[in-house]
Nanobody, 116 residues
Framework: EVQLVESGGGLVQPGGSLRLSCAAS????????MGWVRQAPGKGLEWVSS????????YDADSVKGRFTISTDNTKNTVYLQMNSLKPEDTAVYYC?????????WGKGTLVTVSS
Protein backbone atom coordinates (compact mmCIF):
# COMPACT_ATOMS: atom_id res chain seq x y z
CA GLU A 1 0.00 0.00 0.00
CA VAL A 2 1.35 3.39 -1.00
CA GLN A 3 1.60 5.84 1.88
CA LEU A 4 2.68 9.47 1.85
CA VAL A 5 2.96 11.31 5.16
CA GLU A 6 3.70 15.02 5.17
CA SER A 7 5.16 16.93 8.09
CA GLY A 8 6.82 20.24 8.85
CA GLY A 9 3.94 22.64 8.45
CA GLY A 10 3.09 25.31 10.98
CA LEU A 11 2.85 29.01 11.67
CA VAL A 12 5.67 31.22 10.44
CA GLN A 13 6.13 34.97 10.09
CA PRO A 14 6.47 36.61 6.67
CA GLY A 15 10.05 36.30 5.47
CA GLY A 16 10.58 33.12 7.46
CA SER A 17 11.40 29.60 6.36
CA LEU A 18 9.98 26.11 6.73
CA ARG A 19 10.97 22.72 5.41
CA LEU A 20 8.24 20.26 4.55
CA SER A 21 8.92 16.54 4.45
CA CYS A 22 7.01 13.73 2.79
CA ALA A 23 7.89 10.23 3.94
CA ALA A 24 6.95 7.65 1.33
CA SER A 25 6.45 3.90 1.48
CA UNK A 26 4.83 1.09 -0.47
CA UNK A 27 6.39 1.71 -3.88
CA UNK A 28 9.75 2.03 -5.62
CA UNK A 29 10.71 5.52 -4.55
CA UNK A 30 13.80 5.60 -6.75
CA UNK A 31 11.69 5.28 -9.93
CA UNK A 32 9.09 7.93 -9.34
CA UNK A 33 8.06 11.46 -10.16
CA MET A 34 7.05 13.51 -7.19
CA GLY A 35 5.96 16.98 -6.32
CA TRP A 36 4.08 19.36 -4.11
CA VAL A 37 0.65 20.86 -4.68
CA ARG A 38 -1.06 23.40 -2.44
CA GLN A 39 -4.54 24.65 -1.76
CA ALA A 40 -5.06 28.07 -0.25
CA PRO A 41 -8.20 28.74 1.82
CA GLY A 42 -11.19 29.02 -0.49
CA LYS A 43 -9.16 28.37 -3.64
CA GLY A 44 -8.38 25.48 -5.95
CA LEU A 45 -5.32 23.29 -6.17
CA GLU A 46 -2.10 24.94 -7.31
CA TRP A 47 0.93 23.01 -8.50
CA VAL A 48 4.08 24.17 -6.68
CA SER A 49 7.10 22.09 -7.63
CA SER A 50 8.07 18.74 -9.18
CA UNK A 51 11.11 16.56 -9.55
CA UNK A 52 12.18 12.98 -10.23
CA UNK A 53 13.87 10.68 -7.75
CA UNK A 54 16.21 9.46 -10.53
CA UNK A 55 17.08 12.78 -12.22
CA UNK A 56 18.44 16.04 -10.81
CA UNK A 57 15.75 18.14 -12.46
CA UNK A 58 13.22 20.39 -10.75
CA TYR A 59 10.32 22.42 -12.03
CA ASP A 60 8.85 25.26 -9.99
CA ALA A 61 5.78 27.43 -10.36
CA ASP A 62 6.54 31.07 -11.13
CA SER A 63 4.95 32.05 -7.83
CA VAL A 64 7.62 30.19 -5.83
CA LYS A 65 10.61 30.24 -8.16
CA GLY A 66 13.76 31.36 -6.38
CA ARG A 67 12.16 30.87 -2.95
CA PHE A 68 11.21 27.17 -2.80
CA THR A 69 13.45 24.19 -3.48
CA ILE A 70 12.31 20.61 -3.95
CA SER A 71 14.68 17.73 -3.24
CA THR A 72 14.68 14.01 -2.54
CA ASP A 73 16.63 11.64 -0.34
CA ASN A 74 16.41 8.19 -1.86
CA THR A 75 18.07 6.63 1.20
CA LYS A 76 15.19 7.88 3.36
CA ASN A 77 12.40 7.62 0.75
CA THR A 78 11.60 11.24 1.49
CA VAL A 79 10.87 14.30 -0.61
CA TYR A 80 11.39 17.76 0.81
CA LEU A 81 10.23 21.27 0.07
CA GLN A 82 12.45 23.99 1.46
CA MET A 83 10.46 27.20 1.61
CA ASN A 84 12.26 30.50 2.14
CA SER A 85 11.13 34.11 2.10
CA LEU A 86 7.60 33.02 2.85
CA LYS A 87 4.73 35.36 2.07
CA PRO A 88 1.17 35.49 3.43
CA GLU A 89 -0.05 34.28 0.03
CA ASP A 90 1.89 31.05 0.58
CA THR A 91 -0.63 30.13 3.28
CA ALA A 92 -2.17 26.83 2.22
CA VAL A 93 -2.42 23.13 2.83
CA TYR A 94 0.54 21.53 1.10
CA TYR A 95 0.12 18.08 -0.39
CA CYS A 96 2.80 15.65 -1.45
CA UNK A 97 2.02 13.89 -4.72
CA UNK A 98 3.77 10.92 -6.30
CA UNK A 99 3.28 9.33 -9.70
CA UNK A 100 4.29 5.68 -9.85
CA UNK A 101 3.44 3.29 -12.68
CA UNK A 102 1.12 5.90 -14.14
CA UNK A 103 -0.94 6.28 -10.95
CA UNK A 104 -1.05 9.41 -8.80
CA UNK A 105 -0.92 9.12 -5.03
CA TRP A 106 -1.54 11.93 -2.54
CA GLY A 107 -0.72 12.57 1.06
CA LYS A 108 -3.23 14.07 3.49
CA GLY A 109 -1.49 17.43 3.57
CA THR A 110 0.18 19.73 6.06
CA LEU A 111 -0.97 23.27 6.84
CA VAL A 112 1.38 26.20 6.38
CA THR A 113 0.25 29.55 7.76
CA VAL A 114 2.29 32.66 7.04
CA SER A 115 1.18 35.48 9.29
CA SER A 116 2.54 38.07 11.66
Amino acid sequence: EVQLVESGGGLVQPGGSLRLSCAASGFTFSSSAMGWVRQAPGKGLEWVSSTYSYMPIAYDADSVKGRFTISTDNTKNTVYLQMNSLKPEDTAVYYCKVRFNGVDYWGKGTLVTVSS
